[in-house]
Nanobody, 124 residues
Framework: QVQLVESGGGLVQTGGSLRLSCAAS??????YGWFRQAPGKEREFVAA????????IYTDSVKGRFTISRDTAKNTVYLQMNSLKPEDTAIYYC???????????????????WGQGTQITVSS
């Protein structure tokens, strides 16, 4: 059974840091993405990584603050979030795509598997 399990969410003050983890089981994946959805808003892309070459991409609002990385041996992907802002408050979802790619996708419908989500709340 394929599963993506996120962890690391929580409440943090503005300027603080959190690290999300997404542990995959059941198969290996070529790309991982992080998405988020704030109350009343559509889901948006945050960051993605291709496991084959380690290429990373980010949405503009998190560049320089967030870092996506992966541990291939553990089949786990991370999202290190620094300098958090209240507008980062959302449910964060991990997604995975098994198709072999060099460039990880930004679109959510390119990902076949999704985690259950973890809440991040940044207080002002």
């Amino acid at each position: 059974q394929v599963q993506l399990v996120e962890s690391g969410g929580g409440l943090v003050q503005t300027g603080g840091s959190l690290r999300l983890s997404c542990a995959a089981s059941g198969r290996t994946f070529s790309s991982y993405g992080w998405f988020r959805q704030a109350p009343g808003k559509e889901r948006e892309f945050v960051a993605a990584i291709s496991c084959r070459i380690g290429m990373t991409i980010y949405t503009d609002s998190v560049k320089g603050r967030f870092t996506i990385s992966r541990d291939t041996a553990k089949n786990t992907v991370y999202l290190q979030m620094n300098s958090l802002k209240p507008e980062d408050t959302a449910i964060y979802y991990c997604a995975a795509d098994p198709r072999v790619r060099l460039v990880p996708p930004r679109q959510g419908d390119e990902y076949s598997y999704w985690g259950q989500g973890t809440q991040i709340t940044v207080s002002s």
